[in-house]
Nanobody
Framework: QVQLVESGGGLVQPGGSLRLSCAASGISFRINTMGWYRQAPGKEREFVADFPTIGVTNYADSVKGRFTVSRDIAKNTVSLQMNSLKPEDTAVYFC?????WGQGTQVTVSP
């Protein structure tokens, strides 16, 4: 059974930082591309970043230069370091591997 569990969300002021983590069981990040997505209230879910098995990481234009995705194969976790956060980054953040999604973690950026 595949399970993805996100953590690390919370409330942060504009300009602040948060680090999200996604721990996987039942599926390996070594052989699967994993991605981070987010969904703001009233909006569709959108791509944020991904970490392919081969090649370079990819980022949405809106987060380039501010967010960094990384993975720890030994721990089967992926992380999303988010710096210089803006109010428009407020959303529920999900990790995804193949057809599987985590339950999401809330990120709120507010003064």
């Amino acid at each position: 059974q595949v399970q993805l569990v996100e953590s690390g969300g919370g409330l942060v002021q504009p300009g602040g930082s948060l680090r999200l983590s996604c721990a996987a069981s039942g599926i390996s990040f070594r052989i699967n591309t994993m991605g981070w997505y987010r969904q703001a209230p009233g909006k569709e879910r959108e791509f944020v970043a991904d970490f392919p098995t081969i090649g370079v990481t990819n980022y949405a234009d809106s987060v380039k230069g501010r967010f960094t995705v990384s993975r720890d194969i030994a721990k089967n976790t992926v992380s999303l370091q988010m710096n210089s956060l803006k109010p428009e980054d407020t959303a529920v953040y999900f990790c995804r591997v193949a057809k599987y999604w985590g339950q999401g973690t809330q990120v709120t950026v507010s003064p």
